[in-house]
């Protein structure tokens, strides 16, 4: 399995955006599903955004329209572009590898969106 590193999390206003990167020590080339869920004091984690190899992407729908979900497989590294963030996005964002049964998880990332 994969060792995964998030980065980019941090405070921003309403309305801002962040980035996120979650980089894989090995090849994410033939790894089908690669995802961020996030996970928000007193809930269970949830699914964000996920996007398999051909690149199709799936998102929850709380998100659509304001997250968006990339993989670069040469640079081994997924990303997620948070756009119009809301105080409800605040939460510890993780990246998994291969699913999230059996799949790897990055530490996690903290999101804080508060004025």
């Known amino acids: 399995q994969v060792q995964l590193v998030e980065s980019g999390g941090g405070l921003v206003q309403p309305g801002g955006s962040l980035r996120l990167s979650c980089a894989a020590s090995?090849?994410?080339?033939?790894?089908?599903?690669m995802g961020w869920y996030r996970q928000a004091p007193g809930k269970q984690r949830e699914l964000v955004a996920v996007?398999?190899?051909?690149?199709?992407?799936n998102y929850a729908d709380s998100v659509k329209d304001r997250f968006t979900i990339s993989r670069d497989n040469a640079k081994n590294t997924v990303y997620l572009q948070m756009n119009s963030l809301k105080p409800e996005d605040t939460a510890v964002y993780y990246c998994?590898?291969?699913?999230?049964?059996?799949?790897?998880w990055g530490q996690g990332t903290q999101v804080t969106v508060s004025s």
């Open positions: 998994n590898a291969g699913g999230p049964t059996s799949g790897s």
């Open positions: 090995g090849t994410i080339y033939s790894i089908n599903t």
């Open positions: 996007i398999s190899s051909s690149g199709s992407t």
